[in-house]
T-cell receptor, first 112, second 119 residues
Framework: GEDVEQSLFLSVREGDSSVINCTYT??????LYWYKQEPGAGLQLLTY?????DMKQDQRLTVLLNKKDKHLSLRIADTQTGDSAIYFC????????????FGSGTRLLVRP | GAVVSQHPSRVICKSGTSVKIECRSL??????MFWYRQFPKQSLMLMAT?????????EQGVEKDKFLINHASLTLSTLTVTSAHPEDSSFYIC???????????????FGPGTRLLVL
């Protein structure tokens, strides 16, 4: 079945770069997403990447996709304390429901 | 960006009562709405997919008689937790899809979530 895995926790110092990794199992995924969740809140779409792309950059965010290894990463440059949150990667399936399958989430802690 | 609202944001109820949660897309018509459940420090688990005017599609293991979904319009879906029990206490999040014809991509926008506590 479908499975999306992430490391549970990452701690970085303010100003450093953060790299959050994700592995997935379904090679037919068309889109892969990164969402951010702050405490007690819903999910905020950060960025997405189409499966035929290797890299996408959006301001401080860089997404890398290795389709051969089914590995997705999110790099946050110049990490700020406001970036502390849980980050979820998700796969999108091109079936009729377009449902998302989420990873377990990575809790990012940014130390001042 | 697109806005999805949920009401209520928090609810505390007694065991055995039913609770209705509303999910609205405020400035767009949603092709599909999804309901998720999130336990503390865990990921989101999809409960059901809801299409306007048709029956919801429930994920395996989700009781459709327990979690009633009504999708009355393209901007409103409701989730009713019937005869709630303490184990139903959780964070319930809805999302709504926008079909962007220009890029042929579905994008999900999430509501802020509803925290349910059943005593």
């Amino acid at each position: 079945g479908e499975d999306v895995e992430q490391s549970l926790f990452l701690s970085v110092r303010e100003g450093d770069s953060s790299v959050i990794n994700c592995t997935y199992t379904d090679s037919s995924s068309t889109y892969l997403y990164w969402y951010k969740q702050e405490p007690g809140a819903g999910l905020q779409l950060l960025t997405y990447i189409f499966s035929n792309m290797d890299m996408k950059q959006d301001q401080r965010l860089t997404v890398l996709l290795n389709k051969k290894d089914k590995h997705l990463s999110l790099r946050i440059a110049d990490t700020q304390t406001g970036d502390s949150a849980i980050y979820f990667c998700a796969e999108n399936y091109e079936d009729s429901s377009y449902k998302l399958i989420f990873g377990s989430g990575t809790r990012l802690l940014v130390r001042p | 960006g697109a806005v999805v609202s949920q009401h209520p944001s928090r609810v505390i109820c007694k065991s055995g009562t039913s609770v209705k949660i509303e999910c609205r897309s405020l400035d767009f018509q949603a092709t599909t709405m999804f309901w998720y459940r999130q336990f503390p420090k865990q990921s989101l688990m999809l409960m059901a997919t809801s299409n306007e005017g048709s029956k919801a599609t429930y994920e395996q293991g989700v009781e459709k008689d327990k979690f009633l979904i009504n999708h009355a319009s393209l901007t409103l879906s409701t989730l009713t937790v019937t005869s709630a029990h303490p184990e139903d206490s959780s964070f319930y999040i809805c999302s709504a899809n926008i079909r962007r014809l220009a890029v042929l991509r579905e994008t999900q926008y999430f509501g802020p979530g509803t925290r349910l506590l059943v005593l």
